[in-house]
T-cell receptor
Framework: KAGVTQTPRYLIKTRGQQVTLSCSPISGHRSVSWYQQTPGQGLQFLFEYFSETQRNKGNFPGRFSGRQFSNSRSEMNVSTLELGDSALYLC???????????????FGPGTRLLVL | KQEVTQIPAALSVPEGENLVLNCSFTDSAIYNLQWFRQDPGKGLTSLLLIQSSQREQTSGRLNASLDKSSGRSTLYIAASQPGDSATYLCAVKPGGGNKLTFGTGTQLKVEL
């Protein structure tokens, strides 16, 4: 069974540009969450999607957005990139939207974004 | 606002030693707590999940305990091996939904 896949694995962008990252969840999983990991702030929750609807949103500016498609694949977009957006972006999938206390999330390998 | 802290931030031990990693959280109203492992530049691997009603979970050489009332969890690693070298993260789930609040991590190095 294939795990969570993220593309691209590495990206280099310049300030002011925009970027789109993609996440394909494990087959049968309908919930996708996104996290940002930086050395200074650690792992921070960005947002969660289930059945094409955003269920939860973290404390990030509106430049960060996402969506989910009918096949559960998800994309996140960052517009007007800033140097501080350089980070490892991780997505995680689970079967359901966290309504059971033993629900485990499975993480992808991440996309490393460098903003110059 | 939930805050999760892990101590120590870094730990270096000789192979074979038993060790304990600590995780504390400020809001005891959690759904569950998970321990993850992260290898350099990689994603996270779930090690153990403890439900809010449980006291501990075991998997192989790993044992995690949870004391919800005091806001603490520990991860015990028995007979450590060089392959255990990684960053260990704990994360709490506050309720419905899949949002996790992560701790600051403990970077473990097991030396030969």
């Amino acid at each position: 069974k294939a795990g969570v896949t993220q593309t691209p694995r590495y990206l280099i962008k310049t300030r002011g540009q925009q970027v789109t990252l993609s996440c394909s969840p494990i087959s049968g999983h309908r919930s996708v969450s996104w996290y940002q990991q930086t050395p200074g702030q650690g792992l921070q929750f960005l947002f969660e999607y289930f059945s094409e609807t955003q269920r939860n949103k973290g404390n990030f500016p509106g430049r960060f957005s996402g969506r989910q498609f009918s096949n559960s694949r998800s994309e996140m977009n960052v517009s007007t990139l800033e140097l501080g957006d350089s980070a490892l972006y991780l997505c995680a999938s689970s079967r359901n939207p966290g309504q059971t206390i033993q629900e485990t999330q499975y993480f992808g390998p991440g996309t490393r974004l460098l903003v110059l | 606002k939930q805050e999760v802290t892990q101590i120590p931030a870094a730990l270096s031990v000789p192979e074979g030693e038993n060790l304990v990693l600590n995780c504390s959280f400020t809001d005891s109203a959690i759904y569950n707590l998970q321990w993850f492992r992260q290898d350099p530049g990689k994603g996270l691997t779930s090690l153990l999940l403890i439900q809010s009603s449980q006291r501990e979970q075991t998997s192989g050489r790993l044992n995690a305990s949870l004391d919800k009332s005091s806001g603490r969890s520990t991860l015990y690693i028995a007979a450590s091996q060089p392959g255990d070298s990684a960053t260990y993260l704990c994360a709490v789930k506050p309720g419905g939904g899949n949002k996790l609040t992560f701790g600051t991590g403990t970077q473990l190095k097991v030396e030969l």
